[in-house]
């Protein structure tokens, strides 16, 4: 397995502004993913962090609303600009870690974010 | 766009019981894995299937899976409150979308002691 942590692990934001969660991992590793979940929601994936490229975005998810940073194998940032009470999710950023031949998925705790 | 139904939405049991949760998903896979969630905390990896498995076990979780009918269950034996929380199933369809999970949209597991 992956230790992940993420911060901030919550935040209160106001409308307008811009918010950047850290990931970091204790190992180096090749995919590293964000996902967002909503309120009561499940999990909704909103891009793949490339290390040395673009991060690849899902349908629904733009560079300009959730740019994100991939500075090398063991680090990501995932910036919520021009927030609006919409935006209040869980972000989560997960590792894909090979065990045993199997490519398990580990999720950081998560950053609770609340905009007003 | 999320593939994956579970039911039921959500399962009350006394401590002790067993609760079973279902996952069913419209496209091919090449795995499936359960998570648990505590309380909107991150979630925890409980275990992953591949798509020529039938079965596996780890501890007190059984997971089968059945990819004719494109669906998976998670049994919990001996249920504790401690087992109290969401679960999720995650399929991965592999291929150009390798890595990229699919969340079902999850079953409230409440265990009364």
């Known amino acids: 397995s992956a230790v992940i942590s993420q911060k901030p692990s919550r935040d209160i934001c106001q409308r307008g502004t811009s918010l950047t969660i850290q990931c970091q991992v204790d190992?180096?590793?090749?995919?590293m993913f964000w996902y967002r979940q909503q309120p009561g929601q499940s999990l909704t994936l909103i891009a793949t962090a490339n290390q040395g490229s673009e991060a690849t975005y899902e349908s629904g998810f733009v560079i300009d609303k959730f740019p994100i940073s991939r500075p090398n194998l063991t680090f990501s940032t995932l910036t919520v600009s021009n927030m609006s009470p919409e935006d209040s999710s869980i972000y989560l950023c997960?590792?894909?870690?090979?065990?045993?031949?199997?490519?398990?998925?580990?999720f950081g705790p998560g950053t609770r974010l609340t905009v007003l | 766009s999320q593939q994956g139904e579970e039911d039921p939405q959500a399962l009350s049991i006394q401590e002790g019981e067993n609760a079973t949760m279902n996952c069913s998903y419209k496209?091919?896979?090449?795995?499936l894995q359960w998570y648990r969630q505590n309380s909107g905390r991150g979630l925890v990896h409980l275990i992953l299937i591949r798509s020529n498995e039938r079965e596996k076990h780890s501890g007190r979780l059984r997971v089968t899976l059945d990819t004719s009918k494109k669906s998976s269950s998670l049994l919990i034996t001996a249920s504790r409150a401690a087992d109290t929380a969401s679960y999720f199933c995650?399929?991965?369809?592999?291929?150009?979308?390798?890595?990229?999970?699919?969340f079902g949209q999850g079953t409230i597991l409440t265990v009364h002691p």
């Open positions: 995650a399929t991965d369809a592999g291929g150009t979308s390798y890595g990229k999970l699919t």
């Open positions: 496209t091919s896979i090449n795995n």
């Open positions: 997960s590792v894909e870690i090979w065990e045993s031949s199997y490519n398990e998925q580990f």
């Open positions: 190992s180096q590793v090749t995919m």
